[in-house]
Structures are given as C-alpha cells and as structure tokens.
Antibody
C-alpha cells in the first residue's frame, strides 16, 4: 500500500523553528517529485514547496522563501520541511504529497501534521 | 502566485449535475494542461479526483469529469449523491514548477 506519514508538528513560539518529516512507503520514492501543502483550519489549501527527484531543484511559495527549506533523502524515502522564523500565519495542517509524473496533480497525500505558532 | 478563483459554494439535489468553475490566468491554467481537482471531507486529507484536466485516477468514479477552456477549468459532478457533499479544490501547475490552488468550493447536496 502506498503511504505517506508526516510527523514533527507541534507548538512553537513566533520566531521559532520546526522540522517536519514525511516518510514514504510502498512507492518508487526516488522517481517522483514531492510537495508540501498546508491548510489553515477552516480555510483552503495552499501549496508551499516542491522538490525534484534528486533534490537539486526546490521551489517555494513567496511567503516562505528564505524561511523554509525542503529536502529529501531517497535512501530513506523521506522528505523534510525545515521551517525557521515561524509566524502566526504559518499555523496550519501541513501535508506532504506525491507529484504525478509530468506535474499534473498530487496523487498520494499523507494524513497531515499540525503546526501551532503562538505569539 | 495568485490563488485561482472558485465559487464559495454550490448546491444540488441528488441525481442532478453541478459544475464548479476555476478561473486562473495565462500564467497557470491558460499555459498548462495540468489542472487537477481534489475532494476533501471534513477532517480528512484531500483526495485527487481529476488530473491533467480530464483524467481519472484509478478508483475514482466517472461521475466526476473535468474540462478546460482558456484560463478557466471546470469540474462537473453528475448523478449527485449524498457522499459527494464535501469541499472541492482546483489546482494548476504554475510558473517555474510551482502549484497554485483555488480557494475551494463547498458542495451541499440538498
């Protein structure tokens, strides 16, 4: 069974840091781009970051550039999202997702991990 | 990276068909046939229901269909069922290997 499992969410003060993890199983991890998507409770989905198959290319939404860093280790079938200088507006459920080859959508999603930022 | 525009809500009766629009720009929907749609029930992760404008992932009902014209994509759900009541989000590949989502549409089955 194809599965993504996020962890690392929690409570942090404004200006603090958190590192989210996403472990993949049951899929050819190294063959796919991966994404992070977040959702403020009661609000819509927001794409946060993409990483290519070997980790050499990374793309971010403007609001997190310079603060968030996405990385991956194909040997561990894992991706991470290092979040620094967290702000109240970063408080959300964070999902990792697999990108369909060709970029046409996100076909496998994790269950999400919650980040709470206290000011 | 402006969000795509969707209606906040739509409704329909069981058995009817509804259509949700998703308007973007020439930088996203208009430039790529890489529009996807997601269904999200409360407390659950999003589920892919349409990819690359009009393709179905394995296991998704063909009551869901997608299309695109210019900068606007559409999701049609035919033969509405009670379990279709959920939030629906469109998404497009954007400039420089990014994604952009719509604001979401709440579907109510009357």
């Amino acid at each position: 069974e194809v599965q993504l499992v996020e962890s690392g969410g929690g409570w942090v003060q404004s200006g603090g840091s958190l590192r989210l993890s996403c472990a993949a199983s049951g899929l050819s991890f190294s063959s796919y781009w991966m994404s992070w998507v977040r959702q403020v409770p009661g609000k819509g989905l927001e794409w946060v970051a993409n990483i290519n198959r070997d980790g050499s290319e990374k793309y971010y939404v403007d609001s997190v550039k310079g603060r968030f860093t996405m990385s991956r280790d194909n040997a561990k079938s894992s991706v991470w999202l290092q979040m620094n200088n967290l702000r109240a507006e970063d408080m959300a459920v964070y999902y990792c997702a697999r990108v369909i080859q060709g970029g046409g959508g996100l076909d496998v999603w994790g269950q999400g991990t919650t980040v709470t930022v206290s000011s | 990276q402006s969000a795509l525009t969707q209606p906040a809500s739509v409704s329909g009766s069981p058995g009817q068909s509804i259509t949700i629009s998703c308007t973007g720009s020439s930088s996203d929907i208009g430039s790529y046939n890489l529009v996807s749609w997601y269904q999200q029930h409360p407390g659950k992760a999003p589920k892919l229901i349409i990819y690359e404008v009009n393709k179905w992932p394995s296991g998704v009902s063909n009551r869901f269909s997608g299309s695109k014209s210019g900068n606007t994509a559409s999701l049609t759900i035919s033969g509405l069922q009670a379990e279709d009541e959920a939030d629906y989000y469109c998404c497009s590949h954007g400039f420089s290997s990014t994604f952009v989502f719509g604001g979401g549409t709440k579907l109510t089955v009357l």
